[in-house]
């Protein structure tokens, strides 16, 4: 299963321990987990305008790259990112589109790609039948 999930789970992921941290490390962990250019960009901006990322936590994020799957960005539409990162998760043949912005999620679908929360793709991905 390939996996991509937005650029707001990573930055929760590396703001405070939890759902998004433990989802991001099994994906990548797991080899499932898919970037772009675009969320690296957008990564990096948001990190640096919340928290001023040390060296080390910048390695760390760099590393955790060299561990995921890139794939490419699409141009259109130029104006909205979001659309443009499910759509090129979308056409790298993502199963799952993680992400927690609601306006996405209403989205429910990218062709056969799902758009789901994270604790939606916990569901999905780790918890087992019947619990």
Same mark, same amino acid.
């Given at each position: 299963?390939?996996?991509?999930?937005?650029?707001?789970?990573?930055?929760?992921?590396?703001?405070?321990?939890?759902?998004?941290?433990?989802?991001?490390?099994?994906?990548?962990?797991?080899?499932?987990?898919? #970037?772009?250019?675009?969320?690296?960009?957008?990564?990096?901006?948001?990190?640096? !305008?919340? %928290? +001023?990322?040390? /060296?080390? $936590?910048?390695?760390?994020?760099?590393?955790?790259?060299?561990?995921?799957? #890139?794939?490419?960005?699409?141009?259109?539409?130029?104006?909205?990112?979001?659309? !443009?990162? %499910? +759509?090129?998760? /979308?056409? $790298?043949?993502?199963?799952?589109?993680?992400?927690?912005?609601?306006?996405?999620?209403?989205?429910?679908?990218?062709?056969?790609?799902?758009?789901?929360?994270? !604790?939606?793709?916990?569901?999905?991905?780790?918890?087992?039948?019947?619990?």
């Amino acid at each position: 299963m390939k996996i991509f999930l937005d650029t707001n789970v990573w930055v929760s992921a590396f703001l405070a321990p939890g759902l998004c941290e433990e989802l991001l490390f099994r994906c990548v962990n797991e080899g499932v987990a898919l #970037t772009s250019p675009l969320l690296w960009s957008e990564l990096s901006a948001v990190l640096e !305008r919340k %928290v +001023a990322p040390s /060296a080390r $936590a910048m390695q760390h994020a760099a590393f955790l790259r060299g561990l995921t799957a #890139t794939i490419a960005d699409v141009p259109e539409p130029a104006a909205d990112n979001d659309a !443009r990162l %499910v +759509a090129a998760a /979308a056409a $790298a043949g993502a199963q799952l589109f993680v992400t927690g912005d609601r306006r996405l999620i209403e989205w429910e679908r990218s062709g056969a790609m799902r758009i789901v929360s994270p !604790r939606q793709a916990w569901v999905i991905l780790f918890q087992p039948p019947g619990v």
